[in-house]
């Protein structure tokens, strides 16, 4: 070991970044609860709500006819809630990790709360899987499509994703000028 005095203690992520964390393994544990739970009952409800609709989602407008496209639609929505689940714990997990990493890896302070921060709005990425679920059986996937991914996917998925890479940037940059790893 060096002559420098370091800390073999982690660094605990900011306030804000565990509060998304948490509310995302929250949501994801709950929703998939939730589904198993009221599987049959989502699905019924769907599925009455698709019926109702078959100018939104393409359909002949009699049953027997449209009987896979109404099971298909259905699907989709309960796909979406089942996304839900799997990214409200994925993305929990990965904001969790990025954080702990931002704030315990040799870079400039500086630059860890702005990281912190755009990690930590991934947590506005998975209820855009909670609208689709939610109205796909009313509106359509093709209505719903576009704006769900351009209000919550590209902006909050994207910024986890800037984050990630501005962490992984300035940690190589760091490691390159041969940086010890700073403490407040």
């Known amino acids: 070991m060096s002559g420098h005095h370091t800390s073999d203690t982690l660094r605990r992520p900011p306030t804000i970044a565990l509060i998304a964390s948490l509310c995302m393994f929250a949501i994801g544990a709950s929703t998939g609860g939730l ?42 929505s309960n796909n979406a809630l089942r996304m839900l689940h799997v990214h409200g714990l994925g993305v929990g997990m990965l904001i969790l990790l990025v954080t702990l990493a931002i704030v315990n890896v040799p870079i400039p302070e500086r630059f860890k709360q702005g990281l912190c921060v755009l990690a930590s709005l991934g947590a506005l990425y998975p209820p855009g899987w909670l609208v689709l679920g939610w ?44 940086r010890r790893l700073e403490r407040p």
Not at 141 to 165: M, S
């Open 35 to 76: 589904l198993v739970r009221y599987q049959d009952a989502l699905y019924a409800a769907a599925r009455r709500e698709i019926v109702k609709r078959p100018d939104v989602h393409g359909f002949a407008g009699a049953e027997v006819i449209d009987e896979a496209r109404i099971a298909e639609v259905v699907e989709q």
């Open 135 to 178: 109205l796909i059986p009313t509106w359509g996937v093709a209505r719903l499509r576009g704006p769900v991914e351009w209000v919550f996917f590209v902006p909050f998925g994207g910024a986890t994703i800037v984050a990630i890479w501005g962490t992984l940037a300035c940690y190589l940059l760091a490691l390159l000028r041969g």
